[in-house]
């Protein structure tokens, strides 16, 4: 059993502020699957479903197969690109399967090696996602300027679209897609860094006086006046001038572009795109949770994988992650002694997790 996980940061606190797995413990499979059954919802489209928001078997199954002829499509393409092409090409065809998908938000991919769970039911990723971004809407409603950079997903660009239209159109919201090559070897990693303070080192050349951070804004406009149009929405994408090792390539595109800004104000920006915020919150999750931890693959012949620290109870899990949120934001501190919540200014202090673990309301 897979369950997803939808989370926003923002980058310079590291505050994960949304975090929300696609669950629902309080579910029994086999009692919904039979009153669906009685009403009919196999028959209905999807939308006016009594349960619309979790997965029947019949669907879930539906979408294995999807999803491995999709494989199969992507396969028979031929050869593999090169690593200078592989980013672009993985973005390209992100947007071809969201055109073939029924719904387009319906962005979740199935596979024959994960199941639905026992316990509980798998929400439907858009549910998750659209209620994401509703709460934080709410959440932020008094932050001055909201800016969010995301994986490219088209279900995530309509709920952030949908919570934060409003702002978007008053100019305090605004969203970038952030594409990053993650499956590289250590080396390639390294060449690309090389290869990006070479372009600085030529940059300075050009430029004499400016400082660093002056630089990359110059070389940030000149990847704009190059964006190019990728996918059936004429989305503008564009190389980040300074990958680093954990974002080794990253392409960015700018998804509320109204063209009202100064270019010395997108560069910047832009500049700032990154998943990382993100991407260390699951990572710390999977180091410090055993839980969380990845299955292992064994050196068996046949490269079994041992799920022994799964949560067979996936409410578990669920009530683990929340915990650890909570510790991540509020008690966690980091080099400047505050929390990341601290530094929202959400909380005065760092929180004890004693406090947190034995809390209790009052009436």
């Given amino acids: 059993?897979?369950?997803?996980?939808?989370?926003?940061?923002?980058?310079?606190?590291?505050?994960?502020?949304?975090?929300?797995?696609n669950f629902d413990p309080s579910l029994d499979p086999d009692e919904v699957e039979g009153e669906a059954a009685a009403v009919g919802d196999a028959a209905r489209f999807e939308p006016f479903r009594k349960f619309a928001r979790v997965w029947l078997a019949h669907d879930y199954n539906a979408a294995v197969a999807t999803t491995t002829a999709l494989r199969e499509k992507r396969l028979a393409k031929g050869a593999k690109p090169t690593q200078a092409d592989r980013l672009a090409m993985e973005i390209a065809e992100t947007y071809e399967a969201a055109q073939l998908r029924p719904d387009v938000?319906?962005?979740?991919?199935?596979?024959?090696?994960?199941?639905?769970?026992?316990?509980?039911?798998?929400?439907?990723?858009?549910?998750?996602?659209?209620?994401?971004?509703?709460?934080?809407?709410?959440?932020?409603?008094?932050?001055?300027?909201?800016?969010?950079?995301?994986?490219?997903?088209?279900?995530?660009?309509?709920?952030?679209?949908?919570?934060?239209?409003?702002?978007?159109?008053?100019?305090?919201?605004?969203?970038?897609?952030?594409?990053?090559?993650?499956?590289?070897?250590?080396?390639?990693?390294?060449?690309?860094?090389?290869?990006?303070k070479t372009r600085l080192r030529e940059a300075a050349s050009y430029h004499p006086g400016l400082t660093e951070d002056e630089l990359l804004v110059e070389m940030m406009k000149d990847e704009m006046r190059r964006?190019?149009?990728?996918?059936?929405?004429?989305?503008?994408?564009?190389?980040?001038?300074?990958?680093?090792?954990?974002?080794?390539?990253?392409?960015?595109?700018?998804?509320?572009?109204?063209?009202?800004?100064?270019?010395?104000?997108?560069?910047?920006?832009?500049?700032?795109?990154?998943?990382?915020?993100?991407?260390?919150?699951?990572?710390?999750?999977?180091?410090?949770?055993?839980?969380?931890?990845?299955?292992?693959?064994?050196?068996?012949?046949?490269?079994?994988?041992?799920?022994?620290?799964?949560?067979?109870?996936p409410e578990n899990l669920a009530k683990v992650l929340e915990i650890f949120r909570v510790f991540y934001n509020y008690c966690k501190v980091g080099d400047d002694k505050k929390t990341p919540a601290m530094r929202l200014g959400l909380a005065k202090g760092p929180v004890r997790l004693e406090d947190v673990l034995y809390f209790q309301a009052s009436d």
């Fill in 105 to 196: 938000e319906a962005s979740e991919t199935k596979t024959a090696e994960q199941a639905l769970p026992a316990r509980g039911m798998q929400v439907r990723e858009q549910y998750t996602m659209h209620g994401h971004f509703q709460l934080l809407a709410a959440m932020l409603q008094g932050a001055e300027k909201v800016r969010v950079y995301m994986d490219q997903d088209s279900g995530i660009r309509a709920a952030f679209l949908a919570a934060f239209a409003d702002r978007i159109k008053d100019r305090t919201a605004d969203g970038w897609y952030v594409s990053v090559l993650k499956e590289t070897t250590i080396h390639d990693k390294e060449r690309a860094v090389q290869r990006a």
């Fill in 1 to 21: 059993m897979v369950l997803s996980a939808i989370a926003s940061a923002d980058l310079e606190s590291g505050y994960v502020f949304g975090f929300h797995l």
């Fill in 227 to 313: 964006a190019t149009t990728v996918g059936q929405y004429d989305d503008k994408w564009l190389e980040h001038p300074m990958p680093n090792m954990s974002e080794p390539a990253k392409k960015v595109c700018w998804l509320t572009d109204l063209g009202d800004y100064e270019d010395e104000h997108a560069a910047r920006l832009y500049l700032r795109a990154s998943l990382h915020a993100v991407d260390r919150f699951f990572m710390q999750a999977r180091r410090r949770l055993s839980l969380a931890e990845r299955s292992i693959v064994t050196a068996s012949k046949d490269r079994r994988v041992w799920h022994g620290y799964s949560a067979y109870r």
